[in-house]
T-cell receptor, first 114, second 113 residues
Framework: QKEVEQDPGPLSVPEGAIVSLNCTYS??????FMWYRQYSRKGPELLMY????GNKEDGRFTAQVDKSSKYISLFIRDSQPSDSATYLC??????????????FGKGTKLSVIP | SQTIHQWPATLVQPVGSPLSLECTVE??????LYWYRQAAGRGLQLLFY??????ISSEVPQNLSASRPQDRQFILSSKKLLLSDSGFYLC????????????FGPGTRLTVL
């Protein structure tokens, strides 16, 4: 079983729709949870960062963590064509030698159609 | 503010040729530094990380090596490239605090022919 599972999509939605992106994980040692957005041929950009169960909101984006179910979600409200990108979930755990390493999902490719 | 640079942005190299990719970070000191490779359909694969000058940890045995000659410089190298080395190479950094997440550079797209 892979440590982090993420549906690769692709996911296509009309402009203005609510988008739900999800990841499941198996490693209870994961402490911090992140969502990155990656535009084509660019480096990933940090979008949301949480460390506890519950919701965190930032503008049109809401990150949700359920540690008991080992499930995280990213919601995008009023989706825009500029939201079209690949979204990567990532989870952090201590790897020793002073370093916290990230384990990534494979990413979900989202297209928002005008 | 912190900035991370990578160069070159794109590279096309023949099989068997050497490789040197460079990453530098500005605006911070003593960062943790990381090299990832992103191949189509395979997600982000951690190759190397470094917690200080001259300290390199390898995650995947392969044709590549890394060095950290200066605090904010991280270099990815190969003596002889393979076709399977093609991919998108990303450098990332974070601070020493346990809650610091990673920030990525713009990446280098390597094609080995």
């Amino acid at each position: 079983q892979k440590e982090v599972e993420q549906d690769p999509g692709p996911l296509s939605v009309p402009e203005g729709a609510i988008v739900s992106l999800n990841c499941t994980y198996s490693n209870s040692a994961f402490q911090y949870f992140m969502w990155y957005r990656q535009y084509s041929r660019k480096g990933p950009e940090l979008l949301m960062y949480t460390y506890s169960s519950g919701n965190k909101e930032d503008g049109r984006f809401t990150a949700q963590v359920d540690k008991s179910s080992k499930y995280i979600s990213l919601f995008i409200r009023d989706s825009q064509p500029s939201d079209s990108a690949t979204y990567l979930c990532a989870m952090s755990s201590y790897s020793g030698a002073g370093s916290y390493q990230l384990t990534f999902g494979k990413g979900t490719k989202l297209s928002v159609i005008p | 503010s912190q900035t991370i640079h990578q160069w070159p942005a794109t590279l096309v190299q023949p099989v068997g040729s050497p490789l040197s990719l460079e990453c530098t970070v500005e605006g911070t000191s003593n960062p943790n530094l990381y090299w990832y490779r992103q191949a189509a359909g395979r997600g982000l694969q951690l190759l190397f990380y470094s917690v200080g000058i001259g300290q390199i940890s390898s995650e995947v045995p392969q044709n590549l090596s890394a060095s950290r000659p200066q605090d904010r410089q991280f270099i990815l190298s190969s003596k002889k490239l393979l076709l399977s080395d093609s991919g998108f190479y990303l450098c990332a950094w974070n601070g020493q605090h346990s809650t610091d997440t990673q920030y990525f550079g713009p990446g280098t797209r390597l094609t080995v022919l």
